[in-house]
């Protein structure tokens, strides 16, 4: 309910203030969204950011509450999303493992293995979208961030392993290897430091 009360309020400034008033208007979580309201979200250009977390936190207790039908089609409903035309963005807290989390949107398997939703899987590619060039978008740095191109901030990821070849359920065993932000170092592996003749003043050199 509360999402088709937020379209609703959006809709009403959209039509009292003009067609720009809403432009960057995003709702977080997507813990619950009603089908019916992805034809009203697409309208209005919202933008959602999805936790991969509340598949595996919520979808086994709306099983519980409201039936497999809800929990298998409203709790964090991807690929549902954007098939409607609606932008998402993905969205993970502290409490994560970030690579874990893009294995979970494409599994989408409970810690007991059961699958939630399989309609709303997504792939590799459409994940690393949503964690960067559409994530840029949904903070209104578009032009800065998200991807590597000329005039952008230079923030980048070594890993070690394939981001596009890694099998689907080991997406939880990558590592980092280093991390640039803004064309610095920040953080190094010792062991990818020591092999590529890496120090700078700053970064941090360490196995977290």
């Not at 595996?56 to 991807?78: H, I, L």
């Not at 690579?99 to 293995?113: A, I, P, S, V, Y």
């Not at 080991?170 to 890496?198: C, R, S, Y």
Request: net charge neutral; proline share 5%; glycine share 6%.
């Amino acid at each position: 309910r509360t999402v088709s009360l937020l379209l609703g309020l959006a809709a009403q400034v959209q039509q009292k203030a003009g067609p720009n008033a809403i432009r960057g208007f995003a709702m977080d979580h997507c813990t619950f969204v009603n089908p019916r309201d992805l034809k009203e979200a697409a309208r209005l250009g919202v933008t959602f950011s999805c936790a991969p977390k509340y598949i595996m936190d919520n979808a086994p207790q709306a099983s519980k509450a409201y039936g497999d039908e809800v929990a298998n089609t409203w709790v964090v409903p991807v690929k549902s999303l954007l098939d409607a035309g609606i932008k998402v963005v993905f969205e993970a807290d502290n409490d994560k493992y970030v690579w874990g989390e893009f294995e979970l949107l494409q599994t989408r398997k409970d810690k007991n293995g059961k699958v939630w939703g399989p309609q709303e899987r997504v792939d590799r590619t459409t994940v690393l979208k949503m964690a960067t060039r559409w994530a840029a978008d949904y903070v209104l740095k578009g032009d800065k961030l998200g991807s590597i191109e000329p005039g952008k901030w230079a923030d980048l990821v070594v890993l070690d392993q394939d981001y596009m070849t890694v099998p689907t359920e080991q997406f939880h065993t990558v590592q980092p290897q280093l991390t640039v932000f803004d064309g610095k170092i920040v953080f190094a592996h010792p062991q990818f430091a020591q092999e590529n003749n890496l120090s700078q003043k700053g970064a941090v050199v360490a196995t977290y």
